[in-house]
């Protein structure tokens, strides 16, 4: 296949497994090609970009996505491996989940369904977009060109609505029980790692949370709770024989809200989103949480009060009861960093602008979407110096690199080290004063 950049191949190559040996050097192109593309991700509209770079008939570029043999599992297996090996060596390893809408038109698009938007609605209006519905698993990163963590998507299926499963005879899968799946998932490609998971509130299920507890030496749950939650004591030791069936649970707990208004409150300064610091007040307190026929899931609550003002009471929980409630606290702020992926999605990586609508390609292409970010973010964290601080985009206030300077950067390198290099203009580009390359670059790869 053409050469692929030296500082792209430890990652790119890394994938080659996951495909035949005609198919993979056709992704390569097209992975390359989504990132020099301003314009919608279309297959069409990717070879136009690069056109002479693909060689071969069109159509066996659009059979990569609707009709070859590839697992997209694979895949996400090579990307989360390349991360934890590099980014994440030791310790335990930050996740965040959610889902997010990508509205799609055209009556015969496989899993259609209508949706709530997450994103539109207010108090007084609740919006819907017809289109799919991805649960996002992301690894959370810290790298040393940003304060900020960066979530990278590894796993990302589709949600089936329950009227969508009932009528194709499907067992219908809420997102918390998808996302209980993809953590089994992690767990099994790398059972000497443990994990932390942070989700909003629609994954502070019973359900998740017993998962979690039965695998606490691995695994650990911060989210959302209520304010109302059932918690009670442990159930007493059976000493002796007694007739009857021991007790499943202990006396009756309060309430979280109960025990706030009674409770003094603590006072810390955490980390809160995006990066900058908050003095909040806290209680915080442990119970078992109960569900009727579910049994019981030793927590550790906290209720957070914004001492600023400017964000509601919330309330907290984790499997994990030994966690202090600053260390919840900021678990759980770190999770809004998946909110900024879903937006630089949609801004940079055009992730509603496909158009396929066959089963295939719809369950490929909108997750390589999401993979292509955490590329883009590894590429630009290999990349030298000189290769990205010319692309990055600068004004008043700013301090951290975003995903506008890297996908900037990025795009400016594999023009001039893939582009041009594989036509065999590399020499009279590199001949063409600093200004000119500038203006040639800066049209070729605009600021995003």
Not at 108 to 121: E, F, L, Q, S, T
Not at 204 to 230: C, I, K, P, Q
Not at 382 to 409: E, H, Y
Request: hydrophobic content about 40%; aromatic content about 12%; some cysteine.
């Amino acid at each position: 296949m053409r050469t692929i950049p030296r500082a792209a191949e430890p990652l790119i190559r890394n994938f080659a497994a996951a495909f035949t040996r005609p198919i993979y050097p056709r992704f390569v192109i097209l992975s390359f090609a989504a990132i020099l593309v301003t314009g919608r991700r279309t297959v069409s509209n990717l070879l136009r970009t690069v056109q002479a770079l693909a060689p071969g008939h069109a159509s066996t570029y659009h059979r990569v996505l609707s009709k070859r043999r590839w697992s997209t599992w694979r895949l996400a297996r090579a990307l989360a491996g390349f991360i934890l090996d590099h980014w994440v060596p030791d310790g335990p390893v930050e996740t965040c989940g959610d889902d997010t809408v990508d509205e799609r038109r055209g009556k015969k698009v496989y899993g259609k369904a209508c949706h709530r938007d997450a994103v539109r609605p207010t108090h007084s209006y609740t919006a819907y977009r017809w289109g799919h519905k991805w649960v996002v698993l992301a690894i959370l990163v810290r790298f040393p060109f940003s304060s900020r963590l960066w979530a990278l998507p590894i796993l990302v299926p589709l949600y089936r609505s329950q009227d969508w499963n009932q009528k194709h005879g499907r067992r219908h899968k809420t997102p918390s029980e998808l996302m209980r799946q993809l953590l089994a998932v992690l767990l099994h490609w790398f059972p000497h790692r443990r994990f932390v998971f942070c989700g909003d509130g629609g994954f502070g299920t019973h359900e998740l949370a017993r998962f979690a507890h039965r695998h606490r030496s691995r695994l650990t749950l911060v989210t959302r709770f209520y304010a109302d939650a059932n918690l009670y004591a442990p159930p007493p030791m059976v000493k002796g024989k007694r007739n009857g069936r021991p007790r499943k649970k202990g006396r009756k707990l309060a309430s979280p809200a109960e025990v706030v208004k009674r409770s003094p409150r603590s006072r810390l300064t955490v980390a809160w989103y995006g990066g900058g610091q908050r003095r909040i007040e806290v209680v915080s307190d442990t119970g078992h949480w109960h569900k009727n026929g579910e049994g019981l899931v030793p927590v550790r609550w906290v209720f957070v009060h914004d001492r600023s003002g400017t964000h509601r009471d919330e309330y907290f929980f984790t499997t994990d009861t030994a966690m202090t409630p600053k260390t919840m606290v900021e678990t759980f702020t770190g999770r809004w960093n998946i909110e900024t992926t879903f937006q630089e999605m949609r801004d940079y990586l055009g992730l509603e602008t496909a158009r396929g609508w066959t089963k295939n390609t719809v369950l490929r292409a909108a997750p390589c979407l999401f993979g292509l970010y955490s590329v883009v973010a590894l590429l630009y964290a290999r990349l030298p110096a000189r290769r990205t601080t010319g692309a990055v985009i600068l004004w008043p206030g700013k301090t951290d690199r975003t995903f506008s300077d890297a996908i900037t950067a990025v795009r400016r390198w594999l023009w001039t080290d893939w582009v041009f290099a594989n036509h065999g203009h590399s020499q009279a580009f590199s001949k063409l004063s600093r200004p000119i390359k500038a203006v040639l670059l800066y049209v070729l790869a605009p600021a995003a």
